[in-house]
Every structure is written in structure tokens, then in C-alpha cells.
């Protein structure tokens, strides 16, 4: 019994620990299916973790913060899509810009408002979202199998988890079945077929780096006002680059990506619950090497299996009309 | 009854310096197939682009039947029933058919009614136009004459009565051509409006009923296609009369100058793409490789100019080995070895953009003497060297000093002709010597390769303008998915004998 409650804790754990990185990459496919490179993932969720803890402090109310993260990161994006949709500069340049201009930004705002530098200070469970109960936990808790899935795995998550799978299949959905999707993919694949169907390749880029927007800022919320309940300084800790990873791994596809996330998240997951466990013939492994594990992981994988993942063709290119 | 459906008035369009279009005046009369011929660079695309609304005039006016419209994007031109087919397909490699067409005008948000209604509509275009589209192919599945058809069905299907037509042939073949001009009659008996835009004089004399011709951005004449013929359209292009012929003696056959055996090559995606070809070619003959872009010849003539490695056979020089599978000699010890090669790409392959033409000019020979010594340029030399060899190769305008991305097509192709012939190479490798070209200096440029061939050198054609392959080569192969799929003397050849080859069909 003691290993299946094992299975459920690492369970659970992964899908807590994925959160950000499924929205961060949903995020990304958004942007990226419409041409545009999102290396800024890290960046804007490091703001939104900082606006979100900032929001809900001044404001008293997690919300408000969750919606101030999400006007903040939407106009990141739009600052993204300025520089290198508008004015078509280079957009891995733009993106490094805005992760180097955010890591300076949050902590120097957090030294002037709260005397600490990249700290904020804690927030009361009132000023955060706190763990969901679902009905019937304790009810159910006593069947076997279903009472561990549903209480001991499903249950107990912030609301972000939830919001998280479920934005899965709505990604999914938006992308593949609704014209908008449609629009979003050709103009990641040739813009010029979509300038001669008389759709302005501009406002289709800017749309989807407004959505990329507002789910990297649940993804930011998530790491401040939810699993911890502050901002600390680089909190983000590259798990916007590891979402892209996964997003690459899982070549642009929201279901494939999610797997990816999941694994990401299995690994890290892992690494915790293996931390100064004594495994046998091996002995304790060094905390610095398990903690490498999903990192190595990110190597292996995209070294190993990204060569068949095509890219959107457009990729990278910013759109020039006239020659 | 005959009545304007498109009007062009005084229209002007300028790209910085350059006037691309300079008062256009032009009518195009409803239901009537509307040529219009210039060379390239002659403003032809850029009127049209005008028209379809993809850019913005700086003057002038355009009236849709008989009343004034503003154009500010596709989108408008779409909704007064303009419609264009590209000469760079606009299509989604990776969408269905239908995805394509209905891309813009999905008609609701989420996919449903509207899209079975769509394949409904599409599908009877396609039996009334005979197109035989399946609407669920993935584009990049179909062949250029398919994807074609999908970008004539998108403008009907969006309501097209003027049909723009860019260059449509180049990238078919014959038989496609065929099929391509059968469906333009049919939508013209249908009652819409073709503007035909090439610059192939056939075409022009096959297909339509009146014709204009454009020069340096300006609109020299309008006729009707029955008061012309070929010479004088072709007169009126380069604005100077144009042998269209080339003047060719018969050949002096010498001895196996050149010869592949079994030579099978792969592309950097490790896909074979030269499958067992075997070619020999004399001394003092031009042997033509035809066949529709993307068969093997590309990587046929990277492995036999020493850029591409050989996967197995055998390439001989004058009877000795110089490349197998185990070695094979770069581009320069090819070079000392008197083979030259004119590279199908030539803003790829053959020059560096950025660089001042002198410096093109110099390219693989900038460290022998006398044009350096101890590895330190001599410029006075080169430079004289280079305008030597701009006079004689009449590259215009004679400045070594120019950016070699200012020079147009067919004299960027000059520099690399006067580069590759000066050393009188023995062995010539040539491909698509002519594409993107202009008449004039088309004319120039064949003169110069069977010059070469009087003179005693090996020539390989590769070219997918099958005229060309037929006015220059004694002899022609054929290539088709990476194989040699026939071989004739040019004498007794029919260009339809050939298309089939091409296709893959005899």
C-alpha cells in the first residue's frame, strides 16, 4: 500500500508541477504557430509572477493581481510583436531583451517598493488562491483505486491546475477546429497565401501574441499567488524555456505538448521525491545531480527526437510586403 | 457587344529610385483572354499586384466596370471580382485543398455548416471547369500543375470574373500547358476575363486575343493578336529587332570528353534524387539534360561539378576517373582540370551579392598571378582584368565597381559567364543559364555557349525551358524522378515526344 500512495503523491506532484509549463506552452503555440519566436516565455512569466504577488498584496485579493499580470504580460506581447512583427526586427533579439529587461526590472521594483531586493511581501491566505477540495473527498476517499485517483491525485489542486489541463483541449480546439485557428496556422506557415486572401498578416500575429499573452500571465500567477505566496527573486527558474522545449518536443501540437510538459514534470517531480532517498547497490545520489535530471532530460530529448519536428515554416521571419 | 471590365489610368508606382511603373494606361475588354508580354523587370508583376491590391499605386486611377474603385488590399480587389493566380503559388504546403480555399473566407467561426456547404460549392466548380481537385490532398502531395488548378479554383471560388495569371508555364510541363490553356478557354466561354502574363511570345500567339507590351515599366503597345506576330512583339519588348533562331552549324563531333557511369546521388535529406544515370558527352557537342524542375538534376550537377558527394558510380575526365563514392576532387582541382561550371542558382552558387562585381569577377583565380602575389591583392590588375572582361561580355553598365545585387538578371549572369568561359574551359557544365533573363541577353548568352561548342568544348544543358534545350543541344536526355527516362537526337524530336518523357509518361 505504502507504494501505491507513493505512485499517488508523485502523481499529484507532477501535475502541480506542470502547471506552468502546460500554459507557458500553450502559450507558446499560439505565438509560434503564427510565425512569431516566443523566447520571452520565461521573461513574461517572471512579470506576471511579480505583478500577480504585487496585485494581490496592494489589492488584498488574488484576482485583481491574476488580472494585472494578465494586462502586463498581453502588452509585453504586444511590445514583442512592435518590435518584430511591426517593425520586423530580429525575434530571438527581441525576446532576449525582454527576459534580461524583466529579470532587472522585477527585482529592482521589488528593492524600491519593499525595501528587499526581489522580494515581496508575503501574502495571507485572503491575498492568494488556495488549494480546491472537489466535493465528496472524503467520501470517496475509502473506495479503492477510485477513491486514491480521485482524492488523492485529483483532488486538492489550485485552481490553476484545473485551469491548466483544461486549457489543453480549448487550445487544441481554437487551433484546429475555428477559423481563427486556421488563420493563426497559415499565417505561421505562409503569410503571403493569407495577405492575397485579403487578412492583414499583422493583426493575425498581434491576436495570437495577445493570447500567448494572457496564458503566460496564469502561468506567472500560478508560481506567486498560488504554490508560493510570494515573488522571489528569478523565480521562474527556466521553466519558460522548458515549456518551449516541450512545445518544440511536442511539435507545436497542444496534445503532444502537454505530454511533454508531463514528463518534464514526472522527472522534476521525481528528482524531489528522490532527494536523500538510499537506493539500493546505488547508495544516496548527489541532490546536485538529480536536480540536473529534467535539465539533461531537455538535452537528451531534443537532441535525440526534435530532428523530425518541422517548425512552422514561417518561423522567425517577419512578414515584408513590398520588396 | 465589347465593354472595359478593367481600366487602368496614368497609374505610377515607385520602389525608392527605381519607377517600376511609369502612366500605365491599359483596358482590358470583358470575356476576352488579354495578353500581357514584357521582359522581366518590365513592370509586368508589379501592375498586376497593383491590381489584385497587394501594393498601393502612387498615382493613377483603376475603374471595375466602368466605375472608380480604391484599392487598399486583396480584400477589396477579391470583392470586385479580381482574382489571381501567382507565379509563386499562394498556398499552405502543409493544408488540405479545401483549407486553402477557404482560408479568408471560412464564412463562421467554428468549422460546420458552412464547410460542407463549401465542398458542396467546390465541388461542382471543379466538374463544371473539369479540374478534378480532390479537396482533402494535402497541397504539398499534388504536383505544380494541381497546385495551379487549386489557385484557379480559390479565385473562382472567392468570385473571380478577371482572372491574373502570372507566368503561369514556367514551372509546367507541356502536357500541362495543354491542360492549363483548356481551362482558361473554358472559363473564358464561361464569359470571365483572363489577363495572360508572360513572357513567352507562344503563349502570347496560342491564347489570347489581344496583347500589350510593357518596357522598362511603361506600356509600349496594344494590338490585336491577329495583327501581330512573333518577331514584331519580340521587337517591341527589347525595343531592337532579335534573332529569335540561333544560328547553329552542324557539329564536329570529337571524342568522349566527359562520362558518367552509374552514378547514383542523394540530397542533404538523404533522399536519393540521381538514381544509376549514365551520360556521355563529345568534345564539341551540347547535350541537353531536359526535364521539370526537382528530378535529380539539381543534385546531378552539384555531384559532377565536385560540391555534392557521390553515393556510387563512377565520373570520367578525358578518360580518366575523378570521383567515386571513395573521393572525389573538389571544384578547384576540377577547375585546374579545365572544368567550369555556371551554377543553376546563381545568387546562391555562382556570385556573392554583397560583393563589387570586380570582385566576382576575380573568384577562384583572386590568389594566382598576376592578380596576386604573396597573398596580397594586386587591384590595378584585377580591375583592368575585370573591364576587359565586362567589354567583352558586354555586362551593362561597365562599372566593376557596382554592387554585384544592382546588377539585373541577365547581367549578373554575364559576369559569371566571363568569369567560368575565360579560361577556356574543356568541359562546361551549365544550369538554367537563362532563367530570370531578358530576352537580349538571352540571345547573347546561347550565342556564347555554342561558341564554346564550335570550339571544341563538352557542354551539359540542364534547363527546364524546353525551348531552349531544343535550340541549343545536339542531342537530349531526358530526366524524370532521378533517371534517365530516354535519350534523342535533337533533329528528329517533337517538344510533345519530349513533354511525355518529362512526365514520366512514355
Known amino acids: ?290 536536480q540536473a535530471v529534467p535539465y539533461i532530460l531537455t538535452v537528451v530529448l531534443l537532441a535525440g527526437f526534435v530532428g523530425k519536428a518541422i517548425a512552422p515554416r514561417a518561423i522567425g521571419q517577419p512578414y515584408i510586403k513590398e520588396r | 457587344m465589347v465593354s472595359p471590365i478593367l481600366q487602368l489610368h496614368n497609374i505610377n508606382k515607385s520602389f525608392g529610385h527605381v519607377q517600376a511603373n511609369k502612366n500605365i494606361n491599359l483596358t482590358i475588354n470583358k470575356g476576352t483572354i488579354h495578353g500581357i508580354i514584357g521582359e522581366n523587370g518590365a513592370g509586368k508583376s508589379t501592375l498586376m499586384s497593383i491590381v489584385y491590391g497587394l501594393y498601393q499605386a502612387d498615382s493613377g486611377t483603376i475603374k471595375v466596370n466602368e466605375k472608380e474603385i480604391k484599392l487598399k488590399s486583396p480584400k477589396d480587389s477579391i470583392e470586385h471580382g479580381i482574382g489571381m493566380v501567382h507565379q509563386h503559388f499562394m498556398l499552405v504546403e502543409n493544408f488540405t485543398v479545401l483549407e486553402n480555399i477557404v482560408l479568408g473566407f471560412e464564412g463562421e467561426v467554428i468549422f460546420g455548416k458552412k464547410l460542407e456547404k463549401a465542398k458542396t460549392d467546390l465541388n461542382n466548380l471543379c466538374k463544371t471547369y473539369s479540374l478534378n481537385v480532390d479537396l482533402n490532398s494535402i497541397i504539398s502531395d499534388l504536383s505544380v500543375g494541381f497546385r495551379q488548378r487549386v489557385e484557379i479554383l480559390k479565385s473562382l471560388y472567392r468570385g473571380a470574373e478577371v482572372f491574373i495569371l502570372d507566368e503561369p508555364t514556367g514551372v509546367l510541363t507541356p502536357q500541362e500547358v495543354d491542360e492549363l490553356f483548356k481551362i482558361l478557354r473554358s472559363l473564358k466561354e464561361e464569359g470571365k476575363t483572363i489577363v495572360l502574363i508572360t513572357h513567352k511570345l507562344n503563349e502570347i500567339m496560342d491564347l489570347t486575343s489581344e496583347v500589350s507590351v510593357m518596357r522598362q515599366g511603361e506600356v509600349v503597345g496594344h494590338t490585336k493578336t491577329d495583327h501581330t506576330n512573333r518577331e514584331k512583339l519580340a521587337e517591341m519588348m527589347v525595343g531592337r529587332s532579335v534573332l529569335l533562331r540561333i544560328n547553329k552549324s552542324k557539329t564536329q563531333r570529337g571524342d568522349v570528353a566527359f562520362k558518367v557511369e552509374n552514378l547514383t546521388v542523394k540530397d542533404d535529406l538523404d533522399v536519393t534524387r540521381v538514381k544509376n544515370v549514365s551520360l556521355e558527352i563529345h568534345a564539341g557537342e551540347i547535350l541537353g539534360l531536359a526535364g521539370v524542375t526537382g528530378n535529380g538534376q539539381t543534385e546531378l550537377l552539384e555531384a559532377l561539378s565536385g560540391i555534392r558527394k557521390v553515393e556510387s558510380g563512377e565520373i570520367f575526365l578525358n578518360g580518366k576517373k575523378i570521383s567515386d563514392s571513395v573521393e572525389h576532387l573538389n571544384p578547384r582541382e576540377l577547375k585546374e582540370k579545365g572544368l567550369a561550371h555556371i551554377p543553376e542558382d546563381r545568387q546562391r552558387m555562382g556570385l556573392v551579392n554583397d560583393f563589387k562585381a570586380y570582385e566576382n569577377l576575380i573568384f577562384g583565380y583572386h590568389d594566382q598571378e598576376p592578380y596576386s602575389k604573396s597573398s596580397i591583392m594586386k587591384e590595378h590588375k584585377i580591375l583592368d582584368y575585370s573591364k576587359k572582361l565586362m567589354e567583352e561580355y558586354d555586362v551593362r553598365p561597365r562599372s566593376p565597381h557596382l554592387m554585384t545585387s544592382n546588377f539585373s538578371g541577365g547581367n549578373q549572369q554575364k559576369l559569371i559567364l566571363s568569369r567560368e568561359l575565360n579560361e577556356s574551359p574543356k568541359i562546361l557544365l551549365v544550369g538554367q543559364p537563362t532563367r530570370g533573363v531578358d530576352i537580349g541577353a538571352i540571345e547573347f548568352i546561347h550565342q556564347r555557349l555554342i561558341d564554346m561548342r564550335d570550339k571544341g568544348a563538352a557542354i551539359l544543358l540542364v534547363s527546364v525551358e524546353l525551348e531552349e534545350v531544343l535550340s541549343l543541344s545536339d542531342r537530349i536526355v531526358v530526366m524524370f524522378d532521378g533517371k534517365i527516362v530516354g535519350e534523342r537526337i535533337n533533329k528528329d524530336v517533337s517538344d510533345r515526344e519530349l513533354g511525355l518523357l518529362m512526365a514520366g509518361v512514355a
Open chain 1, 1 to 290: 500500500m505504502e507504494f501505491l500512495s507513493d505512485i499517488a503523491s508523485l502523481t499529484n506532484s507532477t501535475l502541480r508541477i506542470s502547471t506552468p509549463l502546460v500554459f507557458a506552452a500553450m502559450a507558446g503555440i499560439f505565438a509560434e504557430r503564427s510565425g512569431v519566436i516566443d523566447f520571452s516565455l520565461e521573461g513574461k512569466m517572471l512579470m506576471a509572477a511579480f505583478v500577480a504577488a504585487v496585485g494581490s498584496y496592494f489589492f488584498g485579493n488574488p484576482w485583481v493581481g491574476l488580472l494585472m499580470a494578465i494586462v502586463v504580460c498581453v502588452s509585453l506581447s504586444m511590445l514583442h510583436g512592435f518590435a518584430s512583427v511591426t517593425h520586423k526586427g530580429d525575434q530571438v533579439v527581441s525576446c532576449v531583451a525582454i527576459n534580461i529587461l524583466i529579470i532587472g526590472l522585477t527585482t529592482a521594483l521589488a528593492a524600491a517598493w519593499f525595501g528587499q531586493a526581489g522580494l515581496t511581501p508575503t501574502l495571507t491566505d485572503d491575498q492568494r488562491f488556495l488549494e480546491i477540495t472537489l466535493p465528496f473527498t472524503d467520501a470517496l476517499r475509502e473506495i479503492p483505486i477510485i477513491g486514491l485517483i480521485y482524492s488523492d491525485i485529483l483532488s486538492g489542486h489550485y485552481i490553476f491546475v484545473y485551469l491548466a489541463y483544461l486549457s489543453v483541449p480549448i487550445v487544441y480546439w481554437i487551433v484546429f477546429k475555428t477559423s481563427f485557428g486556421l488563420r493563426v496556422r497559415a499565417v505561421g506557415e505562409n503569410p503571403s497565401a493569407v495577405d492575397t486572401a485579403g487578412i492583414n498578416v499583422f493583426a493575425m500575429r498581434y491576436k495570437a501574441l495577445a493570447i500567448n499573452g494572457v496564458l503566460i500571465a496564469f502561468a506567472g500567477a500560478h508560481l506567486s499567488t498560488a504554490v508560493n505566496a510570494n515573488f522571489f527573486r528569478e523565480m521562474s527558474a527556466g521553466r519558460g524555456y522548458l515549456a518551449l522545449a516541450a512545445m518544440i518536443f511536442g511539435k507545436w501540437h497542444p496534445k503532444t505538448a502537454l505530454i511533454a510538459c508531463l514528463l518534464f514534470g514526472f522527472t522534476d517531480a521525481l528528482q524531489i521525491r528522490l532527494q536523500g532517498v538510499e537506493l539500493p547497490t546505488i547508495g544516496t545520489i548527489p541532490v546536485q545531480l538529480i
